[in-house]
């Protein structure tokens, strides 16, 4: 079992940034990737990034790509999402998300989810 928790969401202005957490604990060992996706209302919960804990395989959305980075703390298991120049199309609330020993973006092959954090940005 892997529980995560996100953390780092709020508010802010179109332009801005914000650093996401997702602590990871329990058996982070059993799992081969991290990724986060969001969700905004009445849309379809979407792949953002992800990462291997080897390091071995990072992924970008094209939406995010040279805005949004994804880095991780192994020695906290604890991966992060720093998102800048924020769009108000960016509002949705992320998830972070484990997953087995695939690289893949596919949400329906992780295993594990947080709760999600809420992410407004305003005009």
């Known amino acids: 079992q892997v529980q995560l928790v996100e953390s780092g969401g709020g508010l802010v202005q179109a332009g801005g940034s914000l650093r996401l957490s997702c602590a990871a604990s329990?058996?982070?060992?059993?799992?081969?990737?991290m990724g986060w996706f969001r969700q905004a209302p009445g849309k379809e919960r979407e792949f953002i990034a992800g990462t291997s804990w080897s390091g071995g395989w990072t992924y970008y959305a094209d939406s995010v790509k040279g805005r949004f980075t994804i880095s991780r703390d192994n020695a906290k298991n604890t991966v992060y999402l720093q998102m800048n120049s924020l769009k108000p199309e960016d509002s949705a609330v992320y998830y972070c998300?484990?997953?087995?020993?695939?690289?893949?973006?596919?949400?329906?092959?992780?295993?594990?989810w947080g709760q999600g954090t809420q992410v407004t940005v305003s005009s």
């Open positions: 329990g058996r982070t060992f059993s799992t081969y990737a």
């Open positions: 998300a484990a997953g087995g020993s695939r690289r893949t973006t596919s949400a329906a092959a992780y295993n594990y």
